[in-house]
């Protein structure tokens, strides 16, 4: 399967702890994607990278959180001094810069304890 | 932020046709129409997109109005794996193509 992976796909820590996630997109998408869902809500964008440059950040992602993309291939997602309003699904996506249509992961489900 | 309105739920009955309705009358010229299905603890799923034309794919088609300010995404004929939350989501494919999403529509299949 070449679809996006993410891992872990569950995670449960103590409030204050750092966290780590990644996410391989589609070999040769240059474009990756992070967005955060809560329950019963829609996802919500946090930040995207084309190639290794993160071009644009969500007003969201908090100073707790960093995103990077180092050779422009795999992602990490980090979370530090983690907090209980943390806990979501953490969603990774990638695309082709010249295509509109983002494939997502499965998914990391973060709970804060 | 691009924004639409969707029903928060809808039923239809196993093999019939769903029209799943969607708003979205702050769009702008260069926004694409997204619809995206999304599974209980699972990423969404690609479905369909557009811009002013109708389209048509093996999963569904998506009707666009004239003005651009609603779309229809169409289920031929819903059977029991269709029943998902599903998201019309617009983008602008001029920036970094980011998707904004609503709260979705959930999708009940009745046997």
């Known amino acids: 399967d070449t679809g996006v992976s993410q891992n872990p796909r569950h995670k449960i820590t103590k409030r204050g702890q750092n966290v780590t996630f990644r996410c391989d997109p589609i070999?040769?998408?240059?474009?990756l994607y992070w967005y955060r869902q809560t329950l019963g809500q829609g996802p919500e964008f946090l930040t995207y990278?084309?190639?290794?440059?993160?071009?644009?950040k969500s007003r969201l992602l908090s100073d707790r959180f960093s995103a990077e993309r180092p050779k422009g291939s795999f992602s990490t997602l980090e979370i530090q001094r983690t907090e209980q309003g943390d806990s979501a699904m953490y969603l990774c996506a990638s695309s082709l810069a010249q295509q509109e249509t983002q494939y997502f992961g499965p998914g990391t489900r973060l709970l804060v304890l | 932020d691009a924004k639409t309105t969707q029903p928060n739920s809808m039923e239809s009955n196993e093999e019939e046709p769903v029209h799943l309705p969607c708003n979205h009358s702050t769009i702008s010229g260069t926004d694409y129409i997204h619809w995206y299905r999304q599974l209980p603890s699972q990423g969404p799923e690609y479905v369909i997109h557009?811009?002013?034309s109708n389209v048509n794919n093996r999963m569904a088609s998506l009707a666009i109005a004239e003005d651009r300010k609603s779309s229809t995404l169409i289920l031929h004929r819903a059977t029991l794996r269709d029943a998902a939350v599903y998201y019309c989501i617009l983008s602008q494919s001029n920036t970094g193509n980011q998707f904004y999403f609503g709260t979705g529509t959930s999708l009940t299949v009745i046997p």
């Open positions: 557009g811009l002013t």
């Open positions: 990278f084309q190639n290794e440059a993160q071009l644009e």
């Open positions: 070999s040769e998408h240059n474009r």
